[in-house]
Nanobody, 117 residues
């Protein structure tokens, strides 16, 4: 499986910005569909944003226009730029790497994002 290391979480005031990073191990990063998910205690883990190997993106309705997912294949890294943050964005954010051909479905350890009102 792929090792994923997230960074960039923290505490920010409402209206502020954060950028999350997720660095992956391995040599076939460019073939992965990468995703960011988030979870609050007692609730399921929800999709925030996806970017596939071609660079196509998908976003949850709640973050469209505020969050941007991107990837740098040369650095084996996916980013989540989060702007205009709201208290309801508070969650643990997880990075995911997926490649169905190679049966890869790996998760990072999570990074806490807290947005104060």
């Amino acid at each position: 499986q792929v090792q994923l290391v997230e960074s960039g979480g923290g505490l920010v005031q409402a209206g502020g910005s954060l950028r999350l990073s997720c660095e992956a191990s391995g040599t076939i990063f460019s073939t992965y569909t990468m995703g960011w998910y988030r979870q609050v205690p007692g609730k399921q883990r929800d999709l925030v944003a996806l970017i596939n190997s071609s660079g196509s993106t998908n976003y949850a309705d709640s973050v469209k226009g505020r969050f941007t997912i991107s990837r740098d294949n040369a650095k084996n890294t996916v980013y989540l730029q989060m702007n205009s943050l709201k208290p309801e964005d508070t969650a643990v954010y997880y990075c995911n790497a997926r490649n169905t051909f190679w049966k890869i479905n790996s998760w990072g350890q999570g990074t806490q994002v807290t947005v104060s009102s």
